[in-house]
C-alpha cells in the first residue's frame, strides 16, 4: 500500500516562507494529478494548488503569485513552495493524488501557522 508522508511544515512569521514536500513511499502508476489542499479550522477543506501529469499548474485565486507546486517525478514527490505568507494561510495542508481508475490518495497532513 502506498502512502504519502508530507514534511516542512511549521510556524513562520507573517511575510515568511516555507517549502511543503509530499514524498510517495512507493511507485505510483497512473497518476492524473497531484494536488495540495488545505483545511483551516472551522472552515472546508479547500484545493491549493494543483499539476497536471504534463505539467500543468493551477493555483487557487487566494495563493496566486505566492505558492508555487512542482513534482520530482523519479522520486514521486511533489512540492509546495510557500512565500510571502499570511495569518490567512493558517491550516493543515493536505497532498493528495488522483490515478486513473484507482483510489485517490491522501497524506496524512501537515500544520502551517503563520503567525508573528
Known amino acids: 500500500q502506498v502512502q504519502l508522508v508530507e514534511s516542512g511544515g511549521g510556524l513562520v512569521q507573517p511575510g515568511g516562507s516555507l517549502r511543503l514536500s509530499c514524498a510517495a513511499s512507493g511507485s505510483i502508476f497512473s497518476i492524473s494529478a497531484m494536488n495540495w489542499y488545505r483545511q483551516a479550522p472551522g472552515k472546508r477543506r479547500e484545493l491549493v494548488a494543483t499539476?497536471?501529469?504534463?505539467?500543468?499548474?493551477n493555483y487557487a485565486d487566494s495563493v496566486k503569485g505566492r505558492f508555487t507546486i512542482s513534482r520530482d517525478n523519479v522520486r514521486n514527490t511533489v512540492y509546495l513552495q510557500m512565500n510571502n505568507l499570511k495569518p490567512e494561510d493558517t491550516a493543515v495542508y493536505y497532498c493528495?493524488?488522483?490515478?486513473?481508475?484507482?483510489?485517490?490518495?491522501w497524506g496524512q497532513g501537515t500544520q502551517v501557522t503563520v503567525s508573528s
Open positions: 493528495n493524488v488522483v490515478r486513473v481508475g484507482l483510489k485517490d490518495l
Open positions: 499539476i497536471s501529469s504534463i505539467g500543468n499548474t
